[in-house]
């Protein structure tokens, strides 16, 4: 007989391991809600700011309650074991960390493809970068202490540090001394549909807004312009190009 369930301590190991990571989640998911409903009822910039405070606060928390139940040193802020890697591994963990990322965004524009169709698709996925890009820029700005309004030197850093610059190769060329180009050389997305065969993704519109987005959170001075993004023709050498002016 199936034995009943009616509380946690009723499951069994792989079903209490599957509940906390399950619990994982559903603290990922309120941290973006609080967020979202702060942005939403007092604006952006009191939202970032807001958002400092309380993910430094509850990272600390999280992590050193971890620690205890785990039995791992902290090291300041940092856990150990981490720290303790050996540097490929440390370089794969990094990497595999900005895949997932892609990956889950994936994952989301396909639900929602499946469920209604490529339009409502393009436009949920152009609305979340509207949202992700800004977050992004100030993740970036608090990690590397960038101050406000850095200008084109600033924009360039900060283009070294976005999830994408892990997975995808890019090039920056100077131009003026009042904007320079960004190139996207390769594009794991593009190149994946490449090796089946399949038309380039066309991505314009969310690169419009992820772009301009950016460079705006970065120092709102800074004007964007799409060069080329599918489903524009582009060359061999790069998938897609960003000029960025001051």
Same mark, same amino acid.
């Given at each position: $007989?199936?034995?009943?369930? #009616?509380?946690? *301590?009723?499951?069994?190991?792989?079903?209490?391991?599957? +509940?906390?990571?399950?619990?994982?989640?559903?603290? @990922? @998911?309120?941290? *973006? @809600?609080?967020?979202?409903?702060?942005?939403? /009822?007092?604006?952006?910039? &009191?939202? $970032?700011?807001?958002?400092?405070?309380?993910?430094?606060?509850?990272?600390?928390? /999280?992590? &050193?309650?971890?620690? &205890?139940? +785990?039995?791992?040193? $902290?090291?300041?802020?940092? =856990?150990? =074991?981490?720290?303790?890697? =050996?540097?490929?591994?440390? /370089?794969?963990?990094?990497? *595999? %960390?900005?895949?997932?990322?892609?990956? #889950?965004?994936?994952?989301?524009? /396909? %639900?929602?493809?499946?469920?209604?169709? @490529?339009?409502?698709a393009k436009k949920c996925n152009d609305a979340c970068w509207g949202a992700f890009s800004p977050f992004e820029a100030w993740s970036i700005r608090r990690f590397l202490d960038i101050p406000a309004n850095p200008g084109l030197e600033g924009l360039k850093k900060a283009l070294y540090f976005r999830l994408y610059s892990v997975i995808n190769k890019q090039s920056i060329v100077e131009e003026t001394p009042t904007s320079f180009v960004f190139h996207m050389d390769e594009c794991r997305v593009q190149a994946a549909r490449k090796r089946k065969g399949l038309d380039d993704y066309p991505c314009k519109s969310a690169g419009v807004v992820e772009y301009s987005t950016f460079a705006a959170a970065i120092d709102p001075r800074i004007k964007t312009e799409c060069i080329a993004c599918p489903p524009d023709e582009h060359p061999e050498e790069w998938f897609c190009s960003w000029r960025f002016s001051i």
């Open positions: $007989m199936k034995k009943e369930i #009616n509380s946690t *301590a009723d499951l069994n190991r792989e079903d209490t391991v599957r +509940l906390i990571l399950d619990f994982f989640h559903r603290t @990922m @998911m309120h941290h *973006a @809600m609080w967020y979202a409903e702060v942005e939403r /009822q007092l604006g952006r910039e &009191k939202a $970032m700011e807001t958002l400092k405070t309380a993910y430094e606060k509850s990272s600390a928390i /999280q992590l &050193k309650r971890l620690s &205890k139940v +785990l039995g791992f040193e $902290m090291k300041e802020d940092i =856990p150990g =074991p981490l720290l303790d890697l =050996p540097d490929d591994t440390l /370089q794969k963990l990094k990497e *595999a %960390a900005a895949a997932n990322w892609l990956a #889950n965004d994936g994952v989301w524009f /396909q %639900a929602v493809e499946f469920s209604k169709d @490529m339009t409502e």
